[in-house]
């Protein structure tokens, strides 16, 4: 078999989920589509209906963040229009591809790839790709025992078919990916790839394709009818969007309340329901939202008693149980919709009935009647839904699909493809999203991550804050990344990399700001290299330290405060601690000594700085633990060390390196000895606070044994 084997490189790569820009996600290699737009684009034409076979492997040096234009039409003021958006950016990206086709249109493939017709770019055309290498290679299947198993060398699209016969040491990340259009002549509407991600490092062994230099070759093709006819009993949901995950997770909840195991509805990243259960889910729905029936009825006996048990029409406060317990439940994200119109809520405006059953049955009969125009309200469409990838679509979403991200589509303000087909049934699951997200004092949250749809429900339900505050939430966003690290490493660096909460605060009746926050590339090496060191005794202001470093605070004023806390312990002795730094303050206050494993924050914040210094940090910290057993040996000396703390820690509060280095030349006098060469480095910018908060720790550390250190440790946890 001969394949055209590709190398590109790009200094960036932008592979973006298209209905992530409210909240971006990002693929790590480009998508099959993506690819071939690239060979089209060398070629000079459109696709014309061939097919032929790629493999995508590749690597990155980084993932950042930053702001780029995106553009879109104004239809509505004719006009183009650009945003700024902050994205995710793969740096320096290299990729392998390798292409298998027929004999004549491998060449043309060649040939064009080496003579482009157009400039090639990838991923919206901001920077150039360059050609490193264009090779024929032979390629055979062979077949490898577990101890001939080798590490991929790059990161890797393993399509499922051929995942199913390779052994791995963990399990890959599910991608729907894009691949060739169905046809010539519809545009976006394309064949679909279901694609294993795997990491370098990951050792394979098994049925595997090797080019003739004893690379893996993992040639995809698109989901075949038989396979997508075999699955025909099921309703298939794809969780690959933040959206539909919330609403796939919603559906869970509303399937567990009814005592289904759901684990039999899940598949991967996918939502799988028999049909002859969809077909109960409208009113199953309906009793989710009804099902606190002893609240329900005191709402509506209270409504009523307030009344006075007569409904007047002419009253504009009149009762009316629909909109107190469906449409209430749905407006903020389906405003306007059949379930919300507010012509439908007229109609049971002024129900009452002592028999609360029989109102509540009336309302459950509305519901199911706005379901049933639901699926009535249909347009002539020839596209298959974006969302589910398979079905036929019947509408185009609009504002009452999901009325914070679709609510002017005729305007540029959201920046999505529009118009967006959608089919019936993903329609009526994204009225689910109102139970995915977790709501508290209007405002909803969302935690989505590119794994296991099961695991992303259970990480949504760590989201159910009881108390609203700031740090609450911070403190439930750690219990979501604390499971996160418990997951095998290949998938826990990525989806590290890749977890993002979504916030939703609706402003107005149709509007609603959509933020997202995600952990940096930076804070998920940090997390995964130290977090496991996080002093103990400090466990009282745990959340105030997870504050830190999600709002992007240095950990050096954090440190500094600490500090100021122990040193200065008369000054602080009635200090309330009511805000984050006064806890933190509070917490140096009821230490009883300091040991070495303040170290932490000084490590964790120079990870974060992409700085490698754990040799200056330790030798900091033992020359001042030297120079306090020094002054500790003259008792003339040992009453300077006091004041010798305070002038150190003011010089470090100013960042004044001078007064600093001075103090030091001083109090290595005293002692008739020479200052260690490397303070040096001290009077440089980049290592001032590392080198001076390392040596201010040792200078005010005890040596202790370790089990005594352990119960003091506890003790200090205690009072903190």
């Not at 519901?367 to 639901?374: I, P, V």
Request: glycine share 4%.
């Amino acid at each position: 078999m001969e394949c055209l084997r590709v190398k590109l490189y790009s200094p960036t790569g932008i592979f973006k989920n298209p209905l992530s820009l409210k909240g971006i996600e990002t693929y790590p290699l480009p998508p099959y589509s993506t690819i071939i737009g690239l060979i089209y684009r060398a070629m000079g034409r459109k696709w014309e209906g061939e097919h032929f076979q790629i493999s995508i492997q590749g690597e990155y040096e980084a993932i950042y963040r930053d702001y780029v234009w995106f553009k879109k039409h104004n239809f509505k003021d004719k006009q183009l229009e650009k945003l700024p958006l902050q994205v995710p950016i793969l740096h320096n990206l290299r990729l392998l591809i390798h292409i298998k086709a027929e004999g004549e249109l491998l060449e043309k493939i060649e040939e064009a790839l080496r003579n482009p017709k157009e400039l090639l770019f990838l991923s919206g055309g901001e920077y150039p790709v360059k050609v490193e290498e264009l090779k024929k290679v032979q390629c055979e299947e062979k077949q490898l025992s577990e101890e001939e198993a080798f590490e991929l060398f790059l990161n890797a699209y393993i399509p499922k078919q051929l995942a199913e016969k390779i052994s791995t040491a963990g399990k890959g990340i599910l991608f729907n990916l894009s691949y060739f259009y169905k046809n010539s002549k519809e545009k976006k509407a394309y064949s679909w790839v279901d694609a294993y991600y795997f990491q370098k490092g990951t050792k394979i062994y098994g049925s595997l394709v090797l080019d003739e230099d004893g690379i893996p070759v993992f040639l995809a093709e698109p989901i075949s009818e038989e396979e997508r006819k075999s699955e025909e009993e099921y309703v298939r949901f794809y969780a690959g969007n933040w959206l539909m995950a919330s609403a796939c997770v919603g559906a869970l909840k509303v399937l567990e309340y009814i005592g289904e195991d759901i684990k039999n509805y899940v598949e991967e990243r996918s939502l799988k329901i028999p049909k002859s259960l969809w077909n109960k889910l409208p009113e199953i729905y309906a009793d989710y939202l009804l099902k606190d029936k002893e609240g329900l009825k005191r709402s509506l006996e209270n409504s009523y008693k307030e009344n006075g048990n007569e409904i007047n029409p002419e009253n504009g406060n009149e009762i009316n149980p629909y909109k107190m317990f469906i449409s209430s439940r749905l407006l903020d994200f389906h405003s306007d919709s059949l379930f919300t119109n507010p012509r439908r809520i007229e109609r049971l405006k002024g129900v009452y009935s002592e028999d609360v059953e029989e109102v509540l049955k009336k309302v459950k009969e509305s519901f199911l009647e706005a379901h049933n125009k639901l699926l009535e309200k249909t347009k002539d469409i020839s596209s298959t839904c974006f969302f589910c990838h398979e079905r036929q679509a019947k509408n185009f979403v609009d504002a009452t699909t999901f009325t914070p991200l679709f609510a002017s589509l005729e305007t540029v303000r959201n920046f999505i493809w529009d118009p967006i087909p959608i089919c019936k049934e993903c329609e009526f699951l994204l009225y689910f999203t109102d139970i995915g997200f977790h709501k508290n004092k209007g405002k909803y949250l969302f935690v989505y991550i590119p794994d296991n749809l099961l695991e992303t429900y259970r990480l949504n339900l760590v989201l159910s804050a009881e108390k609203d505050i700031e740090q609450e939430k911070l403190g439930k966003v750690w219990n979501v990344v604390k499971h996160v690290l418990e997951l095998e490493k290949q998938k826990s660096n990525w989806i590290l990399q890749n977890i993002y909460f979504v916030e939703i605060e609706r402003v107005g009746k149709t509007t609603a700001n959509i933020c997202s926050f995600h952990i940096s590339p930076n804070l998920a090496d940090a997390i995964r290299k130290w977090i496991d060191k996080y002093p103990q005794n400090l466990s009282g202001i745990f959340p105030d330290f997870l504050f830190y470093i999600y709002t992007g605070r240095s950990l050096y004023e954090f440190l500094f405060l600490l500090l100021s806390g122990f040193i200065k312990k008369d000054s602080y002795k009635k200090l309330n601690a009511k805000t984050v730094e006064a806890r933190i303050v509070k917490a140096g206050n009821n230490m009883k000594y300091l040991s070495k494993n303040l170290l932490f924050f000084i490590n964790f914040q120079e990870e974060l700085n992409m700085n490698k210094p754990e040799d200056f940090i330790n030798r900091a910290f033992w020359a001042g633990r030297e120079l306090k057993r020094l002054y500790g040996e003259d008792e003339r000396t040992n009453k300077k060390l006091e004041p010798l703390t305070y002038r150190l820690l003011e010089a470090i509060r100013r960042k004044d390196k001078e007064y600093f280095i001075h103090n030091l030349i001083r109090a290595y006098l005293e002692v008739e000895k020479e200052i260690p060469y490397f303070f040096k480095d001290a009077l440089n910018d980049k290592n001032f606070s590392m080198i001076a908060y390392s040596f201010l720790i040792g200078l005010n550390s005890e040596e202790r044994k370790e089990r005594e250190q352990e119960n003091d440790e506890g003790e200090a946890s205690e009072s903190s």
